[in-house]
T-cell receptor, first 115, second 112 residues
Framework: DVKVTQSSRYLVKRTGEKVFLECVQD?????MFWYRQDPGLGLRLIYF???????EKGDIPEGYSVSREKKERFSLILESASTNQTSMYLC??????????????FGQGTRLTVV | LAKTTQPISMDSYEGQEVNITCSHN???????ITWYQQFPSQGPRFIIQ?????VTNEVASLFIPADRKSSTLSLPRVSLSDTAVYYC?????????????WGLGTSLAVNP
């Protein structure tokens, strides 16, 4: 059974803290993504990575950074957490191999609250 | 990337067939039409994909007219557990687009 696993389901952090959200996939996928999802705004892409040590900004990268040292792991870093980063964070992975659209697999999500 | 337009919300009752239409007027020749389903507090999951005509699997059917400017996701005999948000995405073949940009989706409420 394919899996994308996020390190925490729920997280509460204080304003100004450095926060690490970890994501691991076991499908040997090249591409990994970090989204945040807020009511009325849908899924918004923060960053994605198409290879080890490679990354590209998504639509809302400000206040975030990412790290991909190994193919299976993609970390999202909030350098200094703020209350407007309270959200549901979703990690996904997807392969470039195959024909047609190759489906994206999502983790269970991390609900982060910054107080 | 082809822009998609779907209704924001729909209501239905158990046992009914639900059809959700997505318009994608500027779809390109290489684009595939893909639908995902998202339950509350979970990540989206793939339901079905098609290029033209009709595709059916154990979950849903996807109808695509000849001009491919729209598509309809059909859910037969919905149950309460089909209450979810349904997303329509139009994407080129794997490897040509990596970003996966999502719209707001259609929030389907199935009532008893």
């Amino acid at each position: 059974d394919v899996k994308v696993t996020q390190s925490s389901r729920y997280l509460v952090k204080r304003t100004g803290e450095k926060v690490f959200l970890e994501c691991v996939q076991d499908m040997d996928h090249e591409n990994m993504f970090w989204y945040r999802q807020d009511p009325g705004l849908g899924l918004r892409l923060i960053y994605f990575s198409y290879d080890v040590k490679m990354k590209e900004k998504g639509d809302i990268p400000e206040g975030y950074s990412v790290s991909r040292e190994k193919k299976e792991r993609f970390s999202l870093i909030l350098e200094s957490a703020s209350t407007n980063q309270t959200s549901m964070y979703l990690c996904a992975s997807r392969t470039d191999r195959g024909s047609g659209h190759t489906e994206a697999f999502f983790g269970q999500g991390t609900r982060l609250t910054v107080v | 990337l082809a822009k998609t337009t779907q209704p924001i919300s729909m209501d239905s009752y158990e046992g009914q067939e639900v059809n959700i239409t997505c318009s994608h007027n500027n779809i390109a020749t290489n684009d595939y039409i893909t639908w995902y389903q998202q339950f509350p507090s979970q990540g989206p999951r793939f339901i079905i994909q098609g290029y033209k005509t009709k595709v059916t699997n154990e979950v849903a059917s996807l109808f695509i007219p000849a001009d491919r400017k729209s598509s309809t996701l059909s859910l037969p005999r919905v149950s309460l557990s089909d209450t979810a948000v349904y997303y329509c995405l139009v994407l080129p073949r794997a490897g040509n687009n990596r970003k996966l940009i999502w719209g707001l989706g259609t929030s389907l409420a199935v009532n008893p």
